[in-house]
């Protein structure tokens, strides 16, 4: 990508403006009272300089959530205020002012095709009402901060998918927001593009301080990006923190079923046929170990077998990466382990790494 410009209109957010960026309380969504709320009782705080992943699945409410903190949406109760200014409560003039703001990108980029490259940059500046001169003046930093600087003339219709979000994320930038909004923003995207989007956001987050709020239905997505996570299910927040420890130690059912396939927290099913709650005469326990940052490379499993007479079995496992943090779930069945199930447990507590005894499985012929 280019060198970021030396610009003044690229500055990240004053320092001394120590307020959360965004903050929602309570917030609440109701289109039609016969459905019910879209939206129910959602309080979260997204911190300056976070890239928050909103992750849910389709209808759970993160297009309306994402459409609240921009009032796109009107909230049906509680409050959103982004860099502590209540935006429920604005109108007219202000309400424009607080969205310039708010950069948004979109799953389908939302470009007009009858305008080149810069023209569809250069829009929120004619609506913002700059001169002709100064929107001359802030086009080439931005095309060249999303390493479109040659495509000026272009037409989206010359463009690919990616180059396309580019252009979409250069107009979001083009009012210098200290929040961008992302809804879906590489779903149309292949694998390869979706890297080279998400590299350039967090380029970006970390060059300018920019905010990132991005709603996904991919979990890595989120583990590739992502600082903070929340699940939304049914338009309520059953789960929210730093993305490590949610995928590390997921509290519901619906996280770990997003993790399925990224973090071996579910086994496979041929696997889970097997397990049974209680111990029996010709079963052995299955221990889960999840491994985490410092302890993700420890020799595990022989280091059980030289402390204790039992005989590992591999059910499942995976070292994924989170950030650059590896985190592994390893799911063993412990022949022999019965009778030492709770030292082997706090063996492995006391070398820092999260043991549970998840059941028991028959021991195969
Ligand atoms: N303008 C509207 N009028 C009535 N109902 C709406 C409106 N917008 C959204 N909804 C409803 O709100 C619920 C949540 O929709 P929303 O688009 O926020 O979910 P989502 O998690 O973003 O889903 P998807 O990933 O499929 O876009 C859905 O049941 C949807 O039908």
Redesign the pocket.
């Known amino acids: 990508m280019n060198a970021l410009p030396q610009s003044a209109d690229f500055a990240p957010p004053e320092a001394a403006a120590k307020a959360p960026a965004i903050r929602l309380e309570r917030l609440g969504?109701t289109?039609?009272p016969a459905?019910g709320p879209?939206?129910d009782d959602i309080s979260l705080t997204v911190g300056q300089g976070d890239i928050y992943g909103i992750i849910?699945?389709?209808?759970?409410?993160?297009?309306?959530?994402?459409?609240c903190i921009n009032r796109l949406?009107r909230p049906t109760t509680g409050r959103v205020l982004v860099a502590d200014r209540d935006i429920t409560a604005l109108a007219g003039a202000e309400l424009r002012s607080a969205r310039r703001d708010i950069g948004m990108i979109f799953q389908h980029f939302n470009l007009l095709s009858s305008r080149t490259v810069a023209g569809n940059v250069a829009l929120p500046l004619e609506v913002a009402g700059l001169s002709r001169a100064e929107i001359a003046g802030r086009i080439p930093p931005l095309l060249d901060l999303v390493g479109l600087a040659d495509k000026a003339a272009s037409y989206p219709s010359e463009l690919s998918g990616g180059q396309k979000q580019r252009v979409g994320i250069a107009r979001a930038l083009a009012t210098n927001p200290s929040v961008l909004l992302c809804?879906?923003a590489t779903s149309a995207l292949d694998p390869e593009t979706t890297e080279q989007i998400l590299s350039l956001l967090r380029d970006i987050n970390r060059r300018l301080g920019l905010t990132i709020v991005l709603?996904t239905?991919e979990m890595q997505v989120v583990r590739d990006i992502a600082s903070h996570v929340a699940v939304?299910e049914r338009?309520r927040l059953i789960e929210e923190g730093v993305t490590f420890d949610v995928l590390a130690f997921p509290k519901s059912a619906v996280a770990r079923s997003f993790l399925s396939g990224l973090v071996a927290h579910e086994l496979p099913p041929p696997v889970e046929r097997r397990l049974r709650a209680a111990p029996g005469p010709d079963t052995d326990p299955v221990l889960r170990i999840v491994f985490s940052g410092d302890y993700a490379h420890q020799p595990v499993i022989a280091d059980l077998i030289h402390r204790f007479p039992v005989e590992p079995n591999i059910l499942f496992g995976r070292i994924d990466y989170v950030g650059d943090r590896p985190l592994g779930v390893l799911t063993l069945a412990l022949g022999n382990g019965e009778a030492h199930l709770s030292a082997i447990v706090g063996h492995l507590a006391a070398l820092g790494l999260h043991a549970e005894v998840i059941g028991h499985v028959s021991r195969l012929p």
């Open positions: 969504k289109f039609d459905v879209v939206l849910g699945r389709s209808g759970a409410g993160k297009s309306t959530l994402v459409r949406e809804d879906e709603i239905h939304l338009g």
